[in-house]
């Protein structure tokens, strides 16, 4: 079956450090994978996405994430997290089939100063 | 301009009312959706239609009745409304259906409060 696994539910990081969140995907067929963001009482926002090509993606405000087939995962990152950044995170996953777009579950970001 | 426009964004009412959301796009696409965010923030799709056609209709309760006029708006209307349904409901737009490497585009979402 299809699916997206956050593994994190809620994370922490002070400003000004390093961040990753996980997300771990079971696909039949070759995934497109997205990242989207949710800001407190909005809606969700493109952060970056992976069709084919590059295994590493930039996107918006800084992220980047790196698609590795071996181990179905495609981690979001950033070198330096900024207050602004706190936010709910979802991973999903879709195909070239005609399937749905999957959502994980979220992460949930939290930045202290 | 705001691409994925829905109203309204804050909706309490009380059980058994019927309600409706209207979503717009400009973004000149072709599919549109409907997706429900629970008290979890888990986000499942609920209808999809990609020129004005139902597409995806997931396992939905009936009371649940999108109707799209044109291929730029997507409503949403609710009978009965019930204490379950209270949620954020999210309208999306793609340049084709999801699945087909498209990327879906958000609304702002509807937040639904059921008393």
């Known amino acids: 079956a299809q699916s997206v696994t956050q593994p994190d539910i809620h994370i922490t990081v002070s400003e000004g450090a390093s961040l990753e969140l996980r997300c771990n995907y079971s696909?039949?067929?070759?995934?497109?994978l997205f990242w989207y963001v949710q800001s407190p009482g909005q809606g969700l926002q493109l952060l970056l996405k992976y069709f084919s090509g590059d295994t590493l993606v930039q996107g918006i405000k800084g992220f980047e994430a790196e698609f590795k087939r071996s181990q179905s995962s495609f981690n979001l990152r950033k070198p330096s997290v900024h207050w602004s950044d706190a936010a709910e995170y979802f991973c999903?996953?879709?195909?070239?089939?005609?399937?749905?777009?999957?959502f994980g579950q979220g992460t949930e970001l939290s930045v202290k100063p | 301009d705001t691409a994925v426009s829905q109203t309204p964004k804050y909706l309490v009412t009380q059980m058994g009312n019927d309600k409706s959301i209207k979503c717009e796009q400009n973004?000149?696409?072709?599919?549109m959706y409907w997706y429900k965010q629970d008290s979890k923030k888990f986000l499942k799709i609920m209808f999809s239609y990609n020129n004005k056609e139902l597409i995806i209709n997931e396992t939905v309760p009936n009371r649940f009745s999108p109707k799209s006029p044109d291929k730029a708006h997507l409503n949403l209307h609710i009978n009965s409304l019930e204490l379950g349904d209270s949620a954020v409901y999210f309208c999306a737009s793609s340049q084709g259906p999801q699945g087909s490497g498209n990327t879906i585009y958000f609304g702002e979402g509807s937040w639904l409060t059921v008393v």
């Open positions: 973004l000149g696409h072709d599919t």
């Open positions: 999903a996953v879709g195909g070239n089939q005609g399937g749905k777009l999957i």
């Open positions: 696909y039949g067929a070759t995934p497109y």
